[in-house]
């Protein structure tokens, strides 16, 4: 069946139009793929690419940090995969590793017919067992994945047998069934249909059936990591470099084409953002991955506007405070109000430079289906307001943890004048040069207050209420719940709202987005950022595509 034809059926059946969009792909079908500079390109080459944090990790399916996705949509070979184009057509899902799939009656078993002849880069076959090996470290609890939450999930996904798995309570998950080489089948305790876009993420792609069932932390140029898309890991020192190369074995086989333009991505690490520009301005690099100081971004928009070497893009990614609600100060309900409402949202989006974003108070942001405006808390503090929840509690200690970046700890200080403005002066602060997300989602850890970012997995509130503040998901690692928000009241309303369908589910969840953070301020909303980007001469403008689900898509760009 054509795709766009499959997906308007599937917009009646689901009513949710972006829900639809993410959650359907269209059994055998394929699209072509173009390069954005059509046959002119100039092909090959390798850009250079800095990180001042660093990555969390290079183990794929432990990967959660945008700039390991970035890379990592472009080595992964799930069975799915989101359509490498701009707009709400970046939305739909394709079938890659998968040439289709069937649906049970029961919409229970999903049964994926994997592609012959695809290869890891190592020049081994790619079949069944490649996914099986994928879905069980995943899920294995030594592994530690922050994917596993989404496939035990009792509200949404949960494979047969998995959170047992997970748990350590059992050495198999009988939901996961190699039929036969090129046939895999997986089956759900209750139907649901998000299982195809959570196997279209980049954890889900085919790995090698020797990688143990425990973290992956180095790759060496003797011994590279094997995957099965455009591209592969060869080589990873921790906090120094990461080099990227194209799977020579790679073909398309009837799926779209991940695009690849270039020979490969090499990423050093360590790089101070101010370093990082200078360099990019120079031709010595070619983009900061983890962006630049807030300072650069006002005189590179003057000098170079926003549609040639400097860009700035609408994302989906939602700034927070997330509070420890599991011990100390804020436990303490009342008190995490007086952060809602005394932190300075305004403050906090100008302080990240020119065309940062805008302030909110909501978790969601306009990109995703749902939103509604959060009215609880003011975007400039009310102290008055604040002081007085806060009373009583103003001595009590706070560990603050922030990332270390330039603009990580404007915003530590800037938060911390905050803080003491509300009353609070006993506060320690710990800096993370890399892994404050990982270090946060360590459950019994001693942390306090942090600001954090959260970017999609897919379009739908889901990934932001129930992922980041349902206590169901917190477990012991790779936590996506920080704050350890765990109330029976708010985790049934979740719960109930991640079984409904259309437009009902999308005012639901805005409803219950501004609920949360009105009755209990688990957490407190920042902004919605935006994607600020600045690339070297040595760029092809015209190579440079934003995408909802992949940001700039680094499989286009190109060299002049």
């Known amino acids: 069946m054509h795709k766009r034809m499959m997906l308007s059926i599937a917009m009646l059946v689901v009513g949710a139009a972006m829900l639809a969009a993410a959650s359907v792909a269209s059994p055998g079908a394929a699209q072509k793929g173009s390069s954005p500079l059509g046959s002119k390109a ?31 949509w472009l080595t992964a070979r799930s069975l799915l995969n989101f359509a490498h184009a701009t707009g709400a057509r970046g939305y739909r899902l394709v079938n890659d590793g998968a040439k289709s799939y069937t649906v049970s009656k029961n919409g229970k078993t999903y049964t994926f017919n994997i592609r012959r002849g695809m290869k890891l880069s190592n020049g081994a076959s790619i079949t069944a067992r490649n996914y099986e090996h994928m879905l069980l470290r995943v899920l294995h609890e030594n592994v530690g994945s922050p994917l596993a939450s989404f496939l035990t999930d009792p509200a949404a996904v949960e494979i047969v047998g998995a959170t047992a798995y997970n748990s350590g309570n059992a050495t198999t998950v009988p939901g996961i069934k190699v039929v036969s080489p090129y046939k895999l089948r997986v089956s759900l305790v209750r139907p649901n249909v998000l299982l195809p876009t959570l196997l279209a993420l980049p954890p889900t792609g085919a790995i090698a059936t020797n990688v143990p069932f425990s973290p992956v932390t180095s790759v060496s140029a003797s011994n590279p990591l094997p995957a099965g898309g455009r591209y592969y890991v060869q080589e990873y020192v921790p906090d120094r470099s990461i080099k990227i190369r194209k799977n020579r074995f790679y073909k398309p086989l009837g799926a779209p084409p991940t695009p690849g333009i270039v020979d ?59 509070m420890n609600n599991s011990k100390g100060l804020f436990a303490n309900q009342t ?106 989602g360590r459950r019994g850890n001693d942390y306090d207050f942090a600001i954090v970012g959260w970017q999609q997995d897919f379009p739908d509130p889901y990934d932001y209420l129930n992922k980041l503040l349902s206590g169901n998901t917190i477990q012991d690692v790779q936590n996506n719940n920080t704050a350890y928000f765990n109330n029976p009241t708010a985790n049934r309303l979740l719960n109930k709202a991640a079984t409904l369908k259309g437009q009902k589910r999308l005012t639901t969840y805005g409803n219950l987005d501004n609920r949360i953070m009105s009755t209990w301020a688990p957490i407190a909303g920042i902004d919605n950022r935006n994607d600020r980007n600045f690339f070297s001469a040595r760029i092809d403008v015209k190579s440079i595509v934003q995408s909802r689900i992949y940001l700039i898509d680094l499989g286009k760009l190109a060299l002049k």
């Open 264 to 322: 490969g991505f090499d990423y050093d690490i360590g790089v101070q953002q101010d370093q990082a520009l200078l360099l990019i301005k120079n031709g010595q690099s070619d983009w900061a991955a983890d962006g630049l100081s807030p300072s650069a971004w006002g005189p590179l928009f003057a000098q170079y506007g926003t549609k040639g070497r400097a860009r700035a893009f609408p994302s989906s990614v939602s700034d927070y405070v997330t």
């Open 335 to 440: 008190v995490r109000k007086a952060v809602a409402w005394g932190i300075g949202r305004n403050a906090l989006v100008n302080v990240r430079g020119a065309r940062a974003g805008f302030a909110q108070c909501s978790l969601l942001t306009p990109a995703i289906p749902g939103y509604k405006r959060c009215r609880s808390y003011p975007l400039n503090p009310n102290l008055s307001k604040a002081r007085t929840l806060a009373r009583g509690h103003t001595g009590d200690h706070i560990n603050y943890w922030y990332t270390s970046t330039i603009i990580g700890t404007q915003i530590q200080q800037l938060a911390t004048s905050q803080l003491n403005a509300i009353g609070f002066n006993n506060i320690d602060h710990r800096p993370f040069s890399s892994g404050l997300f990982t270090a946060l």
């Open 42 to 72: 100039r092909k090959g080459g390798i850009l250079k690419f800095t990180l001042y944090a660093g990555i969390e990790n290079i183990d794929p399916q432990r990967t959660y940090y945008v700039p390991e996705w970035q890379y990592e």
